[in-house]
């Protein structure tokens, strides 16, 4: 449960008007004032829940998916290793329906529910946060598959002896 406590402490922040939580996902840079602990309470409830259930469907889709995806490269491909585009979009495929979808629907979820925590007129504006940093983790995931993409091309391009 660390982890998820430090996910979820990463949500609340202190300031002169008092403890303020921020919700993930919210593209405006403002928090929400939290008036009581009953109600921080309450909200960490809620993002232990969340959190949980999304680190639930990342690992386990995870690995299902990349169970079904070979599975269905050895079911589909005579040899599976000649066709490494192939069973890369079968994994890709895969991936999309046992973890996309079911994500997406918590997402869902999670941003409709968050009106039942949050007062429009609570909203404080936040100052210092780390927007460039998140930035440049974005880069670098976005580069990283960059790279991943060009080595399955190469390797699924390269003139076979």
């Known amino acids: 449960m660390g982890l ?25 840079k ?11 309470q309450k909200i960490r409830s809620f993002l232990k829940m969340f959190y949980f259930a999304q680190l639930y469907i990342l690992l386990i889709g995870v690995l299902l998916s990349q169970a079904w995806a070979s599975w269905l490269s050895e079911a589909l491909l005579e040899r599976p290793a000649r066709h490494l585009l192939g069973v890369g979009s079968i994994a890709l ?39 460039p940093a998140r930035q440049w983790i974005a880069l670098a995931v976005a580069g990283g598959a960059l790279l991943l993409l060009a080595a399955i ?4 391009l390269r003139p076979r002896v």
């Open 4 to 28: 998820i406590d430090a996910l979820v402490n990463r949500s609340f922040r202190d300031s002169p008007d008092g403890r303020v939580v921020v919700f993930s996902g919210d593209s405006a």
């Open 30 to 40: 403002r928090g929400y004032l939290v008036r009581s602990p009953a109600e921080d």
């Open 93 to 131: 495929a895969t991936y999309g329906l046992v973890v996309g979808l079911p994500y997406a629907l918590l997402w869902r979820a999670y941003k409709r529910s968050l009106t039942c925590f949050i007062v429009p007129a609570d909203a404080v504006a936040l100052t210092g946060t780390a927007a």
């Open 153 to 156: 091309l190469l390797l699924a």
